[in-house]
């Protein structure tokens, strides 16, 4: 029943490792997004794919590589991982399209703490 | 200066007072206004959108733009303990410029 699912929901780490969270949604949506929630719960768009495409890439580390194997799963790999990645990682999705795309369904959010 | 900014609260109200939440922004090419909830430890979840200027109920809620201000709020009447979430108002320019851009989001408690 399960939308928008993440994994893991929790990720303790130290720096320097690399890690990855998944993400999965069965709601036939073509477009899927990362966001990062800080300690003061401020949501930043990371990334956002469209059928495998693309189509959002903000100003990120290059540490963080999205990956979409299809348009149901987008995935987030960290590298070398650093204390300022510590937060709450959502995985989102929804349709796109003219006047669709403000309806985003979230995942439970991965939580990461780097040690 | 942040794009959208936000009063981040935290904001108490007795059950049944009238809540009003705002923000404001500063890139007029926002068409989309929304108002998305997250409970604690939960991901956001869509309340209410607008498109445009104008106002928009929804039971004990109302949406309200003011493109003219870069201004929109939320109302929410006869309020609930089960209202206690932190409230995040978020914009879009629209398709093709998909990006959400949210607000630092208000901590609402109620209070029974």
């Known amino acids: 029943d399960t939308a928008v699912s993440q994994t893991p929901k929790y990720l303790v780490t130290q720096m320097g490792n690399d890690k990855s969270i998944k993400c999965e949604q069965n709601?036939?949506?073509?477009?899927m997004y990362w966001y990062k929630q800080d300690s003061k719960k401020f949501l930043k768009i990371m990334f956002s794919y469209n059928n495998k495409e693309l189509i959002i890439n903000e100003t990120v580390p290059n540490r963080f590589s999205p990956k979409s194997p299809d348009k149901a799963h987008l995935n987030l790999h960290i590298n070398s991982l650093e204390l300022g990645d510590s937060a709450v990682y959502f995985c989102a999705s929804s349709l796109r399209g003219p006047g669709l795309s403000y309806e985003q369904y979230f995942g439970p959010g991965t939580r990461l703490t780097v040690t | 200066q942040k794009e959208v900014e936000q009063d981040p609260g935290p904001l108490s109200v007795p059950e049944g007072a009238i809540v009003s939440l705002n923000c404001t922004y500063s890139?007029?090419?926002?068409?989309?206004f929304m108002w998305y909830r997250q409970y604690s430890r939960k991901g956001p979840e869509l309340l209410m959108y607008t498109y445009s200027s104008g106002n928009k109920e929804d039971g004990r809620f109302t949406a309200q733009v003011d493109k003219s201000s870069k201004y929109i709020s939320l109302f929410i009447r006869d309020s609930q303990p089960s209202d206690s979430a932190t409230y995040l108002c978020?914009?879009?320019?629209?398709?093709?410029?998909?990006?959400?851009?949210f607000g630092t989001g208000t901590r609402l408690t109620i209070i029974p």
């Open positions: 709601l036939g949506h073509d477009t």
């Open positions: 978020a914009m879009s320019a629209g398709f093709g410029n998909e990006k959400l851009t």
């Open positions: 890139n007029s090419a926002f068409q989309y």
